[in-house]
């Protein structure tokens, strides 16, 4: 485990028309994360696609990518100790219905397809960079030193 995993997180357009962007933001702030890349954008249909290919052929597929193109998401990458593990956490899980209370998806969410936000989920660093490559080039992602940095981590 890594102190400066970066992992990829995204509003989804229910989230963005909603105003939950600074509520997410802030979560993760307030976690300790570090925020080093951010982007309002419009996903087309082949970066989409590309962003869902292991879910391509399943019955919720070409709803999913109609959804996710249907208006603005902002896109971001936080860094931070055994971040993609701590984000998924504090995303909850996939069904608002069943997440848990305190969760993003259990705190803004009721169905399935409108679930609020979308966080990697990959086991291997690897993946993780390949997935947050789909939205954003090197020089769009920051390294930089918080003050705070010492406060956040023995
Ligand atoms: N999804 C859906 N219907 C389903 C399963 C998934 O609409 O039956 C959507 C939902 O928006 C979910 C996304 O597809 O967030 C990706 O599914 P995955 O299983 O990867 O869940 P996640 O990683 O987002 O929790």
């Given at each position: ?45 082949e970066?989409a ?18 959804f ?24 909850g ?16 969410g ?9 966080a990697?989920?990959?086991e ?31």
């Amino acid at each position: 485990m890594s102190y400066d995993e970066r992992t990829f997180v995204m509003v989804k357009p229910d989230g963005v028309q909603r105003g939950l962007i600074g509520e997410i933001i802030s979560r993760f702030e307030q976690r300790g994360l570090k925020l080093v890349g951010a982007k309002a954008l419009q996903l087309d249909d082949e970066r989409a696609k590309t962003h869902y290919s292991e879910h391509e052929g399943k019955p919720f597929f070409e709803g999913l990518i109609e959804f996710i193109t249907s208006g603005p998401v902002f896109a971001m990458v936080w860094e931070g100790k055994d971040a993609t593990r701590q984000v998924r956490r504090m995303v909850g899980a996939t069904d608002p219905a069943e997440a848990a209370p305190g969760t993003i998806r259990g705190d803004y969410g009721l169905d399935l397809g409108r679930n609020v936000i979308h966080a990697s989920d990959h086991e291997d660093e690897g993946a993780n960079e390949d997935e947050i490559a789909v939205f954003f080039d090197d020089a769009e992602l920051l390294d930089y030193e918080q003050a705070t940095d010492e406060w956040r981590y023995e």
